[in-house]
């Protein structure tokens, strides 16, 4: 299991800190070493500009392509993979191109497992070829159409090739999880002998579960001594747990697009990867990445690709730090970890404490006050709640009627007078002290109930 | 690891199959009996109306929580979650109502650990009770502020009520991934004597990783007799893969909704865990659900709370079954079993190729000149292909344009007429038969490289 050539037998060791040095436990599950792991010791292996590609609605010209190239390695991304040379003759210019850029990120392109494809990669300049077969009796049947010799024999010939010419070599299967096991491993074994960089596993159809992902990637660390690449489709919505599955069981790298664009409803997405593993070490995750330009690169892919970010994106959708339930902003007021496993501040943004709902809590209330430099005991606040909360219980409210509210209710206080609130939310034409009047009648006028609006 | 009250037991056993009657095996991993898992029997616990009213655009009124509630019973999920009454007048009115329509689905509500809720909660009419508590040091310090020994005490108190009224009773810890094991062992055990109807695990911060959750709810499963409920949210990307995994651990239901909505980016949704399901045993799913409202339910829900359906959402994505790149269409074309582990007929959709891009191949074309109703032989498309694959290079084509072009070729190869492929794409003002030499220029005019697109 030890690496000769990739990352994963020296630095797993690194991983490991005696009894004393190690932090405190968070859990039973922290802390306990794992040579095995890789999840402190990842590379990623940027694929926008290659499945990215395949995406439906993309079309990237050449000076998109690189924007896109100059904003991932600015980010901090290993290596960015590129559309096949072979594909169109713009592809291969595009691809040359990139390779002058002089980025700190290694280019690589991915191609078929044949000879005319390794002869055009080669001469585009790039770092290292990305070649890729499909073992599995469905690709072998209704795809290619060759037999296990065949490949064997083939990958051979263009491993070879490709390492004459001094640059990285990695072969992958195609739809490795229905591909026979024993078939695999023979393949992965005979190339790793040859002396690849990296083997691949490609979930390409998106079938695996992260069980199965563990067992096959810990299998294959025990067979071949290279690096072990992997690349997870997501069309059952495991991509970000398989990637991070592969590398609790040795994988050394993950495939990413910006956005998980890519075939179908595409891959491991670049700011999901990111979520996963700052959880997992993130010393090692900001020491590596320029997480706070995440956003950016996501709205310059989603734009090219004519797309919005989808409202619950992994760190950058709107809501991904908003927190609604009374009790959730309670202790997040307290102490924002305890509804939240990413701090918002590592990717340059902040968390937001809804309150104008009718599961608001006096808590948040209070310190919406606070944030208005306005004066209320706690009595007061949770009157004011009270009052919020009937209203939010008749119709949807937003901010600005909320502070209204508070704003008017601070004045009743502090003047002794009696206005009603409805003048706070008048510009919506609702009878709001009616409506008050009637939620008082039915009861609920004793007391707030702000930890009632209870989740997990 | 028997149930006594809860589908685990019993069913684990009727999955197992002799050799003979078992289906051929797809992969190594297909085939082999588990007889602790529950891929195979499931139930669903919906909790838009609980979870998804705390998402930060929701606010549903009475008839939308009623029109939610019809469409997820006849969908046919087998729980419905409702908001605590405790939390408002409203939420408590709601909750009756929904109660009182006879749905096929059994209605919960969901509290905290408190009998002042307890009391409300089971005047309501529900089914069943869904009671958490806070068992984190985090919570226990920044939120509730109890020890464990005030949790016990509490969760009798409150169990014993809710069964004393014979209805459903679940007892779930909260942030149970960052709780002390021996401290969450020890109170499921005293709940599970007293005889809850289910424990719950819930990953409320969404931290957790498949792994972890499979050796708690597995280590769980030896603790306690009754069923295992299991909630994870999704901010690491993890909530499908973790809900997939704990049933394979032995967990009995989980908590979805639908398209995921709830605090922060939310929980498993409910697409998105059909998807993962129906590659785990499509008979159960399809048997089950009616797959074919999955689209109409995300559109009630999207509207709703005003978002848009995101554009690599589940099955019900626009790309989700669209196939680009040259060697997946041709596969796809030859059955699709190659490239789609879903079958999008299962849920009323149809698949995609796609076919104007540089991506594209003949074989694409070839399908989409017969669905043109037109006729050319395999060397005039792999022509016409390669002239369709030079434009794609220098500009974004639609499907209309691609059209026009075959059009276009096929009527100068019957006419023998030598009309410029211009005119097909004159509409777009742009000179195509110049860019069409330039790219014959370029060299690219040698033949097809449709599968040169390569991807996995």
Same mark, same amino acid.
């Given at each position: 299991m030890a690496s000769t050539n990739g990352t994963n037998g020296a630095d797993v060791k690194k991983d490991f800190k005696p009894l004393g040095e #190690?932090?405190? =436990? #968070?859990?039973? *599950?922290?802390?306990?070493?794992? @040579?095995?792991?890789?999840v402190s010791n990842f590379k990623i292996i940027e694929s926008t500009l290659r499945e990215g590609e395949q995406f439906a609605n993309a079309f990237f010209d050449t000076a998109k392509k690189i924007e896109i190239a100059k904003a991932l390695d600015d980010f901090g991304v290993d290596y960015i993979e590129l559309t096949?040379? %072979? %594909?169109s003759e713009q592809s291969r210019k595009d691809c040359e191109a990139i390779c002058k850029l002089g980025l700190k990120a290694k280019i690589l392109t991915h191609i078929r497992c044949h000879m005319d494809d390794a002869r055009i990669a080669v001469d585009t300049g790039v770092d290292g070829v990305d070649v890729v077969i499909g073992t599995s009796s469905f690709l072998r049947e209704h795809s290619h159409g060759k037999d296990m010799d065949y490949i064997h024999r083939s990958a051979i010939e263009v491993i070879e090739f490709v390492k004459s010419k001094g640059i990285e070599i990695r072969f992958s299967s195609e739809d490795s999880f229905r591909s026979d096991l024993v078939d695999l491993l023979s393949i992965y074994r005979a190339v790793d002998k040859i002396g690849v960089n990296r083997v691949g596993i490609a979930d390409t159809v998106g079938c695996a579960g992260p069980r199965q992902v563990y067992d096959l990637v810990r299998t294959l660390r025990g067979v071949v001594h290279c690096d072990i690449e992997t690349h997870f489709h997501n069309d059952t919505g495991c991509a970000i747990a398989n990637a991070y599955t592969a590398l609790e069981a040795g994988a050394t790298h993950i495939d990413t697009s910006v956005l998980g664009i890519?075939? #179908? &409803?595409?891959? +491991?997405p670049l700011g999901g990867l990111m979520a996963r593993m700052i959880v997992a070490d993130r010393d090692y995750v900001r020491g590596k990445y320029k997480l706070e330009k995440l956003r950016d690169i996501e709205n310059l892919v989603a734009e090219a690709v004519e797309?919005?970010?989808? @409202? &619950?994106? *992994?760190? +950058?959708? @709107?809501? %991904? @730090?908003t927190h609604k339930a009374g009790i959730h902003a309670k202790a997040i007021l307290a102490n924002p970890s305890t509804y939240e496993i990413v701090n918002p501040a590592d990717f340059g943004l902040t968390r937001y404490v809804h309150f %104008?709902? #009718? =599961? +608001?809590?006096w808590n948040a209330i209070k310190s919406r006050v606070d944030q208005l430099d306005l004066s209320l005991t706690d009595a007061q606040i949770k009157e004011c709640t009270a009052k919020i909360k009937q209203l939010a219980d008749v119709r949807s409210l937003n901010v600005d009627d909320v502070d209204s509210i508070i704003r008017q209710y601070h004045f009743n206080v502090k003047t002794g007078s009696n206005t009603p609130l409805l003048d706070a939310v008048g510009r919506n034409e609702i009878d709001a002290e009616t409506l008050l009047k009637k939620a008082h009648a039915n009861g609920n006028g004793n007391g707030v109930n702000e930890e009632a609006a209870k989740c997990c």
């Amino acid at each position: 299991m030890a690496s000769t050539n990739g990352t994963n037998g020296a630095d797993v060791k690194k991983d490991f800190k005696p009894l004393g040095e #190690r932090p405190p =436990l #968070r859990s039973p *599950y922290v802390g306990v070493p794992d @040579f095995l792991s890789n999840v402190s010791n990842f590379k990623i292996i940027e694929s926008t500009l290659r499945e990215g590609e395949q995406f439906a609605n993309a079309f990237f010209d050449t000076a998109k392509k690189i924007e896109i190239a100059k904003a991932l390695d600015d980010f901090g991304v290993d290596y960015i993979e590129l559309t096949s040379p %072979a %594909a169109s003759e713009q592809s291969r210019k595009d691809c040359e191109a990139i390779c002058k850029l002089g980025l700190k990120a290694k280019i690589l392109t991915h191609i078929r497992c044949h000879m005319d494809d390794a002869r055009i990669a080669v001469d585009t300049g790039v770092d290292g070829v990305d070649v890729v077969i499909g073992t599995s009796s469905f690709l072998r049947e209704h795809s290619h159409g060759k037999d296990m010799d065949y490949i064997h024999r083939s990958a051979i010939e263009v491993i070879e090739f490709v390492k004459s010419k001094g640059i990285e070599i990695r072969f992958s299967s195609e739809d490795s999880f229905r591909s026979d096991l024993v078939d695999l491993l023979s393949i992965y074994r005979a190339v790793d002998k040859i002396g690849v960089n990296r083997v691949g596993i490609a979930d390409t159809v998106g079938c695996a579960g992260p069980r199965q992902v563990y067992d096959l990637v810990r299998t294959l660390r025990g067979v071949v001594h290279c690096d072990i690449e992997t690349h997870f489709h997501n069309d059952t919505g495991c991509a970000i747990a398989n990637a991070y599955t592969a590398l609790e069981a040795g994988a050394t790298h993950i495939d990413t697009s910006v956005l998980g664009i890519g075939e #179908r &409803n595409g891959i +491991t997405p670049l700011g999901g990867l990111m979520a996963r593993m700052i959880v997992a070490d993130r010393d090692y995750v900001r020491g590596k990445y320029k997480l706070e330009k995440l956003r950016d690169i996501e709205n310059l892919v989603a734009e090219a690709v004519e797309v919005n970010i989808p @409202f &619950n994106n *992994y760190i +950058t959708g @709107f809501c %991904a @730090f908003t927190h609604k339930a009374g009790i959730h902003a309670k202790a997040i007021l307290a102490n924002p970890s305890t509804y939240e496993i990413v701090n918002p501040a590592d990717f340059g943004l902040t968390r937001y404490v809804h309150f %104008a709902s #009718r =599961l +608001t809590g006096w808590n948040a209330i209070k310190s919406r006050v606070d944030q208005l430099d306005l004066s209320l005991t706690d009595a007061q606040i949770k009157e004011c709640t009270a009052k919020i909360k009937q209203l939010a219980d008749v119709r949807s409210l937003n901010v600005d009627d909320v502070d209204s509210i508070i704003r008017q209710y601070h004045f009743n206080v502090k003047t002794g007078s009696n206005t009603p609130l409805l003048d706070a939310v008048g510009r919506n034409e609702i009878d709001a002290e009616t409506l008050l009047k009637k939620a008082h009648a039915n009861g609920n006028g004793n007391g707030v109930n702000e930890e009632a609006a209870k989740c997990c």
